[in-house]
Protein backbone atom coordinates (compact mmCIF):
# COMPACT_ATOMS: atom_id res chain seq x y z
CA UNK A 1 0.00 0.00 0.00
CA UNK A 2 2.71 2.36 0.78
CA UNK A 3 4.13 2.43 -2.78
CA UNK A 4 1.13 2.94 -4.64
CA UNK A 5 1.07 6.17 -2.16
CA UNK A 6 4.50 7.45 -2.80
CA UNK A 7 3.04 6.92 -6.72
CA UNK A 8 0.18 9.09 -6.21
CA UNK A 9 1.83 11.47 -4.70
CA UNK A 10 4.67 11.72 -7.06
CA UNK A 11 2.24 12.15 -9.39
CA UNK A 12 0.39 14.91 -7.92
CA UNK A 13 3.63 16.77 -7.89
CA UNK A 14 4.17 16.21 -11.18
CA UNK A 15 0.65 17.56 -12.39
CA UNK A 16 0.25 20.26 -10.19
CA UNK A 17 3.62 21.45 -9.49
CA UNK A 18 3.77 23.95 -12.20
CA UNK A 19 0.17 25.80 -10.97
CA UNK A 20 1.04 25.84 -7.56
CA UNK A 21 4.67 27.43 -8.42
CA UNK A 22 2.71 30.26 -9.71
CA UNK A 23 0.19 30.61 -6.96
CA UNK A 24 3.32 30.99 -5.25
CA UNK A 25 4.82 33.36 -7.48
CA UNK A 26 1.39 35.38 -7.21
CA UNK A 27 2.13 34.87 -3.13
CA UNK A 28 5.24 35.90 -2.33
CA UNK A 29 6.20 37.97 -6.21
CA UNK A 30 9.28 36.81 -6.35
CA UNK A 31 10.08 33.47 -8.27
CA UNK A 32 12.90 32.08 -5.75
CA UNK A 33 10.45 32.27 -2.65
CA UNK A 34 7.40 31.05 -4.56
CA UNK A 35 9.90 27.32 -5.14
CA UNK A 36 10.27 27.92 -1.57
CA UNK A 37 6.98 27.58 -0.28
CA UNK A 38 5.92 25.14 -3.33
CA UNK A 39 9.00 22.99 -1.63
CA UNK A 40 8.13 23.31 1.63
CA UNK A 41 4.81 22.39 1.03
CA UNK A 42 5.18 19.40 -0.95
CA UNK A 43 7.54 18.46 1.93
CA UNK A 44 4.62 18.78 4.41
CA UNK A 45 1.92 17.19 2.32
CA UNK A 46 4.00 14.10 1.58
CA UNK A 47 3.93 13.62 5.73
CA UNK A 48 0.30 14.51 5.60
CA UNK A 49 -0.46 12.47 2.57
CA UNK A 50 -2.58 9.14 3.40
CA UNK A 51 -4.64 11.19 5.56
CA UNK A 52 -4.54 14.35 3.08
CA UNK A 53 -5.62 11.84 0.13
CA UNK A 54 -8.60 10.20 1.95
CA UNK A 55 -9.95 13.85 2.40
CA UNK A 56 -9.77 14.33 -1.32
CA UNK A 57 -8.43 17.27 -1.61
CA UNK A 58 -4.36 17.69 -1.74
CA UNK A 59 -4.12 20.86 -3.65
CA UNK A 60 -6.61 22.56 -1.04
CA UNK A 61 -3.94 21.29 1.79
CA UNK A 62 -1.17 22.42 -0.42
CA UNK A 63 -2.51 26.09 -0.99
CA UNK A 64 -3.82 26.37 2.81
CA UNK A 65 -0.29 25.46 3.53
CA UNK A 66 1.35 27.93 1.04
CA UNK A 67 -0.51 31.07 2.47
CA UNK A 68 0.07 29.89 6.10
CA UNK A 69 4.03 29.52 5.61
CA UNK A 70 4.33 32.64 3.31
CA UNK A 71 2.35 35.13 6.07
CA UNK A 72 4.53 33.47 8.47
CA UNK A 73 7.32 34.12 6.88
CA UNK A 74 5.95 37.49 6.45
CA UNK A 75 5.21 38.20 10.14
CA UNK A 76 8.72 36.66 10.69
CA UNK A 77 10.51 39.44 8.65
CA UNK A 78 7.72 42.32 8.81
CA UNK A 79 8.85 43.47 5.96
CA UNK A 80 9.72 41.94 2.36
CA UNK A 81 11.86 41.78 -0.63
CA UNK A 82 10.68 41.86 -3.64
CA UNK A 83 13.06 41.12 -6.85
CA UNK A 84 11.38 43.09 -10.02
CA UNK A 85 12.95 40.12 -12.00
CA UNK A 86 10.19 38.70 -14.55
CA UNK A 87 9.47 35.15 -13.94
CA UNK A 88 10.62 32.80 -17.12
CA UNK A 89 7.31 32.19 -18.39
CA UNK A 90 3.74 33.98 -18.03
CA UNK A 91 2.00 33.52 -14.78
CA UNK A 92 -1.14 34.93 -15.37
CA UNK A 93 -3.39 33.93 -18.30
CA UNK A 94 -3.96 37.31 -20.05
CA UNK A 95 -1.70 39.53 -21.33
CA UNK A 96 -3.04 42.16 -19.41
CA UNK A 97 -2.41 40.97 -16.38
CA UNK A 98 1.32 42.15 -16.50
CA UNK A 99 0.00 45.45 -15.12
CA UNK A 100 -2.54 43.48 -12.68
CA UNK A 101 0.56 42.17 -11.20
CA UNK A 102 2.32 45.19 -11.05
CA UNK A 103 -0.40 46.89 -9.29
CA UNK A 104 -0.76 43.84 -6.54
CA UNK A 105 3.31 44.11 -5.79
CA UNK A 106 2.60 47.72 -4.55
CA UNK A 107 0.06 45.88 -1.81
CA UNK A 108 1.46 44.91 1.50
CA UNK A 109 1.36 41.12 1.78
CA UNK A 110 -1.38 40.19 3.68
CA UNK A 111 -3.40 42.57 1.62
CA UNK A 112 -2.00 40.91 -1.05
CA UNK A 113 -3.06 37.88 0.13
CA UNK A 114 -6.26 38.68 0.98
CA UNK A 115 -7.16 39.58 -2.52
CA UNK A 116 -4.85 36.53 -4.42
CA UNK A 117 -7.32 34.48 -2.14
CA UNK A 118 -10.44 36.28 -2.64
CA UNK A 119 -10.17 36.48 -6.85
CA UNK A 120 -7.77 34.20 -7.91
CA UNK A 121 -8.52 31.25 -5.49
CA UNK A 122 -12.32 32.48 -5.43
CA UNK A 123 -12.67 31.40 -1.47
CA UNK A 124 -14.66 33.15 0.52
CA UNK A 125 -14.60 35.64 3.51
CA UNK A 126 -14.54 32.80 5.67
CA UNK A 127 -12.01 30.46 4.43
CA UNK A 128 -9.83 33.27 3.68
CA UNK A 129 -10.43 33.89 7.68
CA UNK A 130 -9.30 30.34 8.32
CA UNK A 131 -6.23 30.31 5.72
CA UNK A 132 -4.74 33.31 7.22
CA UNK A 133 -5.77 32.86 11.19
CA UNK A 134 -7.44 36.58 11.00
CA UNK A 135 -11.00 37.53 11.91
CA UNK A 136 -13.28 37.91 8.93
CA UNK A 137 -13.84 41.71 9.48
CA UNK A 138 -9.98 41.70 9.04
CA UNK A 139 -10.35 40.25 5.73
CA UNK A 140 -12.57 42.35 4.50
CA UNK A 141 -10.85 45.62 5.99
CA UNK A 142 -7.86 44.48 4.29
CA UNK A 143 -9.62 43.60 0.91
CA UNK A 144 -11.31 46.89 0.99
CA UNK A 145 -8.03 48.58 1.50
CA UNK A 146 -6.64 47.31 -0.99
CA UNK A 147 -9.22 47.70 -3.35
CA UNK A 148 -8.69 51.09 -2.42
CA UNK A 149 -5.39 51.36 -3.15
CA UNK A 150 -5.74 49.26 -6.30
CA UNK A 151 -7.81 51.98 -7.22
CA UNK A 152 -5.71 55.26 -6.51
CA UNK A 153 -2.50 53.58 -8.75
CA UNK A 154 -4.96 52.83 -12.20
CA UNK A 155 -8.62 53.39 -13.30
CA UNK A 156 -9.85 49.87 -13.63
CA UNK A 157 -10.81 50.16 -17.33
CA UNK A 158 -6.73 50.17 -17.93
CA UNK A 159 -6.15 46.92 -15.31
CA UNK A 160 -8.64 44.95 -17.84
Do not use: C
Not at 2 to 25: C, H, I, P, Q, S
Not at 39 to 50: D, H, I
Not at 94 to 112: K, V
Amino acid sequence: MEVEDDEDYARFAADRGDALTRFGYVLSGNPHDAADLVQEALVRLRAAWPRVRRKGNPEAYVRTTMSRLHISIWRARRHERLAWEPPDRPVFDSPDDGALWSALATLPPRQRAVLVLRYYEDLSDEEIAATLKISRGTVRSQASRALDKLRTLQPLGSMR
